[in-house]
């Protein structure tokens, strides 16, 4: 059998079932390392930082691909760095601003160089709200990255033209959904330079060119993997581009969004049920009893 690559995403994917402490399922570790152990791959490919993405491989205590900020940092499983990429200054200030005085989103959180997390809130994020969040967090237990809640560290962070990613955040209601939904429609035809994922209540920003279908296609063509030997696994928006750059084996899990199922071929319930998948001696994937 030629090797395989697996991709998957993390939040709401691989860390379904959730685990707090322990972070990854038994099964879903069992299933990974099994899976590698027979010779094939696996990169982990999620809007998280570098740095939790190495937490989650000691986790699974085998050598692992990383794609990072949907695509802005690319490490391979010997620590290679293959990407390594950041908006361009000039330009993410301008969107920010921009979409700050037309859409008013309630907050907007990036991923850096300094910072995991970092979130510049505004009027309506009182000290109430901040403590609710520090609070909140503090009850992820092992999914906490390093964050700040500090309006400078933001500025700063910006200026320094070191941003991998930024999310734009607008409300957990109806109407909150709709206007995060015709604000990345907007930033997609006013800022062609910028890659913007719509999940649910939030917007991903990601320079050009940056998304997980992208990074996927050149992880394959490093490994000299055939397109018919990759399968990739999401739950949001950003993974909508790799399903996508391989729509015959694209796993969408069953919480997902129907918007975002639209695009996956399979529906799956845990990661760990790739087990049942099975390939026949063309290499046709399907679904086992």
Known sequence: MPKKLLVTDLDGTLFLPRRPRRMISKRNIKFLRSFIDDGNEVV????RSCEFMKAVEKKIDRPVGIIASNGAVQVNKNGIVYKDEYFDN?????????IEETASPRAHLLVGEKFNICIEDFDSFNFVIRGLFRLLYSLQFSYKERYSLNRE???SEISSGKVYKVMLFFGFSKKKRNLAKKVNEAIR????????SWSGFVDELSPCGIDKGAAVHYFADKLGIESDNVMVVGDG???IPMFKEYPASSFVMKKA??????????????????????????DECYEGE
Not at 44 to 47: F, K, R, V
Not at 189 to 196: D, G, L, N, R
């Open 90 to 98: 000039s330009l993410i200030k301008k969107a920010l601003k921009d």
């Open 237 to 239: 928006g950003n993974d």
């Open 257 to 282: 969004p129907k918007e975002v199922k639209k695009y996956a071929e399979k529906i799956l319930k845990h990661v760990y049920n790739l087990g049942d998948i099975k390939f026949n001696e063309e």
């Open 189 to 196: 035809e006013k800022y062609p330079e910028v890659e913007s």
């Open 153 to 155: 560290d933001f500025i």
């Open 44 to 47: 982990l490919a999620s809007s």
